[in-house]
């Protein structure tokens, strides 16, 4: 498939914030038709002028079937064998699950299903990036409130409290993750927020800064996992502030965490092709 390609239409799923809508608005410009699928009537992709199909739907509350069911039935609908981009962990991880039946539908990257989970577990990407000599924060991984009593112990403060799988948390408590200045703040975060029976959160090193200090990259890597194109650039904002997404962002050269991302995602074998 290459950019140009008009023919190939697109299926964006799970499109609920401002990245998908970036990619319609981008495609869409270039004359691909664009179809959207979210849980959510009001998706902001499903308002775009370029979106030419809106399915609505929820991967989290249907079982593997009947979505394998749906999406074949939104791959008809397009009249062709479309693009399929996940947009979302879930979404991510779902593709590679079932990339056996899904392959007959649409068009994606041949991704390796356990390193889709890998990179989407915060405990185990932060493992591999320690595996591999890769800087990251550091963190510890507690299992119960003792250990939370334990970390206190030696905690320096401000930190970030955070989900090892985001989605959990963000289905518990509406936020990504937390910044906490104190004791008092982290017990009470920890108390409302951790699931106890299935323990889910960890707790990481602060890297102080502002929006405007977050670095990131975004790469094209072939079957080979050689980076055949990368950018990368920074925050200037992100929603919601501090623990979000970038909403306003601009690609600026730093060949330092170009050639650290390559060397990571050669590592581990990456392909997005």
């Not at 703040?185 to 029976?197: G, N, R, S, V």
Request: proline share 6%; aromatic share 12%; charged share 25%.
């Amino acid at each position: 498939m290459h950019i140009d390609d008009t023919s190939i239409s697109v299926v964006i799923l799970i499109s609920g914030d401002h990245g998908p809508l970036g990619i319609a608005r981008s495609l869409g410009r270039m004359g691909v038709p664009v179809y959207s699928i979210d849980p959510h009537l009001l998706a902001p992709c499903f308002f775009s002028r370029y979106c030419q199909g809106r399915f609505v739907w929820d991967i989290d509350k249907h079982s593997t079937p009947e979505t394998l069911a749906f999406l074949r039935n939104v791959s008809r609908n397009t009249g062709t064998r479309p693009a399929l981009v996940p947009t979302t962990d879930q979404a991510t991880i779902f593709v590679a699950d079932n990339s056996t039946y899904l392959y007959d539908w649409f068009l994606f990257p041949d991704q390796s299903s356990a390193l889709v989970r890998a990179l989407s577990d915060k405990k185990q990407m932060y493992v591999m990036a320690k595996k591999h000599r890769i800087p990251t924060p550091e963190a510890v991984f507690p299992t119960s409130r003792r250990e939370v009593l334990e970390f206190l112990e030696r905690a320096v403060f401000p930190i970030m409290l955070k989900g090892i799988d985001g989605f959990r948390l963000w289905r518990r408590t509406g936020r990504k993750m937390f910044i906490v200045s104190s004791e008092r703040e982290l017990l009470e975060t920890y108390d409302a927020a951790e699931d106890p029976k299935c323990p889910n959160l960890m707790i990481q090193e602060y890297i102080p800064g502002g929006d405007d200090t977050v670095w990131m990259f975004n790469g094209y890597f072939n079957r080979e996992s050689e980076s055949l194109i990368g950018f990368t650039g920074k925050k200037i904002r992100q929603c919601p502030v501090h623990t979000g997404s970038t909403s306003l962002g601009i690609c600026l050269a730093n060949f330092r965490l170009f050639a650290t991302r390559t060397e990571w995602m050669s590592r581990v074998r990456f392909t997005w092709t």
